[in-house]
């Protein structure tokens, strides 16, 4: 790994299922995020994604890519565009630095209105993050 490789796109179909179920893995019951009506009456054409659902993905994304050993360590992402469902959000990063066995990746999920979510993050590779929950 250094500077500058770039991960592979992963494509993430946005559908009813994975915004609703998202929300409630995540203890989010806000309605915007589970019932279209009252989404609309609040101004939004439909359902979206919450960013707990969000910050999952993108950590799958990661993780993914560096394998079951990675840790991470920070994840600092800003929302921008909503995910709506029948939406197709693709994640794309790019390694900026690397200290060690610590990379820290650039990480942008685009879907049909723009960047759905822009960030960055830190993660430990190879054996370098010990045990979870051991800081290295």
Do not use: W
Not at 10 to 30: F, H, K, M, N, W
Not at 97 to 103: F, L, P, Q, S
């Amino acid at each position: 790994m250094k500077v500058g490789d770039e991960l592979a796109p992963l494509e993430i179909p946005v559908t009813r299922t994975l915004i609703v179920s998202g929300a409630v893995a995540s203890r989010d019951y806000q309605d915007v995020h589970h019932d279209p009506v009252l989404a609309r009456e609040k101004g939004s054409p439909d359902i979206f994604m919450n960013i707990l659902t969000t910050n999952g993905l993108v950590g799958r994304y990661i993780t993914d890519h560096f394998g079951p050993a990675s840790r991470l360590r920070s994840v600092r992402i800003r929302l921008g565009a909503p995910n709506y469902p029948g939406d197709t959000m693709t994640l794309t990063g790019t390694v900026t630095a690397v200290e060690g066995e610590v990379a820290e990746v650039r990480v942008t999920g685009a879907n049909g209105l723009g960047h759905h979510v822009t960030g960055t993050v830190r993660v430990a590779v190879s054996g370098a993050a010990g045990p979870i929950g051991e800081a290295s």
